[in-house]
T-cell receptor, first 114, second 113 residues
Framework: DGGITQSPKYLFRKEGQNVTLSCEQNLNHDAMYWYRQDPGQGLRLIYYSQIVNDFQKGDIAEGYSVSREKKESFPLTVTSAQKNPTAFYLC?????????????FGSGTRLTVV | KQEVTQIPAALSVPEGENLVLNCSFTDSAIYNLQWFRQDPGKGLTSLLLIQSSQREQTSGRLNASLDKSSGRSTLYIAASQPGDSATYLCAASGYSSASKIIFGSGTRLSIRP
């Protein structure tokens, strides 16, 4: 079955640590996205990539980093510079960027600072 | 800059009722408007997508309408069931391939048995 796999489902981070969230898709989609979801605030775009080896900052990129070395993979690193990382993180992909067609979401990773 | 608003943030209705969820957007130059469903702790699932040239789309008990001139979209759910309980988000897409879809904050729907 084609889809997006996010791992882990739950992640705990200590103060000052960097953590990496995994996102893998087997849909042959060109575009991939990372969103952050906080209660009552909807989805906010962190980073997006429309092609391998290229990515752009979204609305809230500070304290995060990404890479796109393979079409199938778009990992997100939450660095120690992100002061309030506790949130639900969603990865998505689409055949092409921006048009809204074919958006497919992963099941999310819940990150908690301990 | 496009802004998407959904009011109310939460809605509770008894089973069997027909209901309407509202979505408003500030920039009428949209490529399409999409409605998603999100179950607690899960990702989003696309329900309906309305292209800018269309007025509505239907899927089963769901009907979504689009009025670009007023900057509004509605999601109509007929004969609601407890399984419809979820958060419903709308999202607007722009014309540029480099643009990003903008999400509303969602309406949390609860159907009482």
């Amino acid at each position: 079955d084609g889809g997006i796999t996010q791992s882990p489902k739950y992640l705990f981070r200590k103060e000052g640590q960097n953590v990496t969230l995994s996102c893998e898709q087997n849909l042959n989609h060109d575009a991939m996205y990372w969103y952050r979801q906080d209660p009552g605030q909807g989805l906010r775009l962190i980073y997006y990539s429309q092609i391998v080896n290229d990515f752009q900052k979204g609305d809230i990129a500070e304290g995060y980093s990404v890479s796109r070395e393979k079409k199938e993979s778009f990992p997100l690193t939450v660095t120690s510079a992100q002061k309030n990382p506790t949130a639900f993180y969603l990865c998505a992909s689409s055949p092409e960027g921006g048009t809204g067609y074919g958006y497919t979401f992963g099941s999310g990773t819940r990150l908690t600072v301990v | 800059k496009q802004e998407v608003t959904q009011i109310p943030a939460a809605l509770s209705v008894p089973e069997g009722e027909n209901l309407v969820l509202n979505c408003s957007f500030t920039d009428s130059a949209i490529y399409n408007l999409q409605w998603f469903r999100q179950d607690p702790g899960k990702g989003l699932t696309s329900l309906l997508l309305i292209q800018s040239s269309q007025r509505e789309q239907t899927s089963g008990r769901l009907n979504a309408s689009l009025d670009k001139s007023s900057g509004r979209s509605t999601l109509y759910i007929a004969a609601s069931q407890p399984g419809d309980s979820a958060t419903y988000l709308c999202a607007a897409s722009g014309y540029s391939s480099a643009s990003k879809i903008i999400f509303g904050s969602g309406t949390r729907l609860s159907i009482r048995p």
